[in-house]
């Protein structure tokens, strides 16, 4: 996205590119457009998946495939199955370490078993 907005590659963070700005308005604009999922997928960089595409990222998720559960954090497991019983649930509300929740949380969502905000 950075590249796009930039009109080229951008070398390091693009928090110092001239651009930058832009560039953090259009990722919060895609990031809250109701027609976009934004998950971690590609080297765990953030994605912004378009609406035709969620069937997809849904089948993936729902299908807790050996590679998305094998060595999961008992934090992890724990956080998976109340989001499975819940539908929903904010990690800055779990007891225990906000530190360890939030980690777990990210490895959900690497491994597409959750989608994030």
Do not use: C, Y
């Amino acid at each position: 996205m950075a590249g796009l907005v930039a009109g080229g590659p951008v070398r390091g963070s693009w928090w110092g590119h001239p651009k930058g700005r832009q560039i953090f308005r259009v990722t919060g604009w895609l990031a809250d457009h109701p027609e976009v999922l934004v998950n971690r997928l590609v080297s765990r960089k953030v994605t912004f998946v378009h609406r035709s595409l969620w069937p997809a990222i849904l089948a993936i998720g729902r299908a807790r495939e050996a590679w998305q559960t094998r060595a999961l954090s008992r934090m992890a497991r724990a956080i998976l199955a109340r989001l499975t019983r819940s539908g929903t649930l904010r990690t800055d509300r779990i007891a225990g370490p906000a530190r360890r929740a939030s980690r777990a949380a990210r490895d959900l969502e690497e491994r597409l078993l959750v989608p994030t905000e």
